[in-house]
């Protein structure tokens, strides 16, 4: 190559290298509570209050543990390992006011949030939130 020419890139992205389930557990709890102020916010034009008190509806570790189940069949193989990897991480760290269950639930919805997040699958996250959040 000539002085001044870079190399041709390579139109294949790498390939996405999953941080860690905890740090991926850390990340979708952010990701996820971010989804759900996004929502609120286009929906309601309310006080800072009354935007806390919708959250609840989503946030709290029992309405994430249902929400896992009801996506969890919509998932490919690697999102249902992702979850469930999620759901099995050894914290230390216990919901207040949430059965054990439903905890180690919650952590693996946020840690497919994290996955998704971190693998630039934004469209699919969202489809994903939409399930979550959707009425059946």
């Known amino acids: 190559m000539s002085e001044g020419q870079s190399e041709p890139q390579s139109a294949a992205q790498p390939e996405f290298q999953p941080a860690s389930i905890l740090s991926l557990a850390y990340l979708g709890d952010a990701v996820f509570e971010l989804c759900v102020?996004?929502?609120?916010?286009?929906?309601?034009?309310?006080?800072?209050?009354?935007?806390?008190?919708?959250?609840?509806?989503y946030v709290p570790a029992i309405k994430q543990a249902a929400m896992y189940h009801k996506i969890f069949p919509y998932l490919t193989e690697d999102e249902q390992s992702v979850i469930k990897r999620g759901r099995n991480l050894n914290t230390s760290?216990?919901?207040?006011?949430?059965?054990a269950a439903d905890y180690r639930h919650a952590t693996g919805l946020e840690t497919l949030f994290g996955y998704l997040y971190a693998a630039k699958q934004y469209d699919r996250l969202k489809e994903i939130f939409d399930l979550c959040v959707t009425e059946q």
């Not at 102020?37 to 509806?57: F, I, P, S, V």
């Not at 760290?93 to 059965?99: C, I, L, M, Q, V």
């Open 37 to 57: 102020r996004d929502m609120l916010t286009r929906e309601n034009g309310l006080t800072h209050n009354g935007y806390n008190k919708l959250a609840k509806n």
């Open 93 to 99: 760290s216990r919901a207040k006011n949430a059965p």
